[in-house]
């Protein structure tokens, strides 16, 4: 692994289901980041991490919950997908949450029927 | 309310020079970083400025004036793996990075 790695790189999932979108990082960073792009906006943070234990709410979280129980893992999960949630999602991490460069992994194409 | 702006499309010529222009109304002021997005994959960093004044990094420039809420990425002989979208980013008095929606630019030979 080098860098940040995103699993599944697409899906097409019933409005209802429960998701989880993997996200892993090998740079030992202690920061990590979840967003979605929707087009015609800019990136927005769902939810962050700035060590591991240790989560946080960003501008979008309802309807996602993620968890940090170790460095390199940060997985988003989806309750239960609504139509509203079809986007791209991308994981980014940066060395801390000050104002280090985030990197960000290749995302999940996600949509919601 | 936070708020960046910059130009939905720009269209340039291979060889040439293109400014693309950010503005931003934010919480507080810990840098600006652009950003540069292929279709169809994830962004990666070309700059970050704290300071007022200008960066150069081989044929990107990165400009900011904090006083003015702006900043501009100055593009140099351009290439047609230039054409991309360009994102401007300013993080916040939380640490946190509020996005433009980015600036499509488009190469032509």
Redesign the interface.
Known sequence: IAGITQAPTSQILAAGRRMTLRCTQDMRHNAMYWYRQDL??????IH?SNTAGTTGK??VPDGYSVSRANTDDFPLTLASAVPSQTSVY?CASSDS???D???????TRLTVL | GQNIDQPTEMTATEGAIVQINCTYQTSGFNGLFWYQQHAGEAPTFLSYNVLDGLEEKGRFSSFLSRSKGYSYLLLKELQMKDSASYLCAVMDSNYQLIWGAGTKLIIKP
Not at chain 1, 101 to 107: A, E, K, R
């Open positions: 015609g906006l800019g990136l927005r943070l962050y960003g501008e991308f949450t000050s104002t460069t985030q990197y960000f992994g290749p995302g």
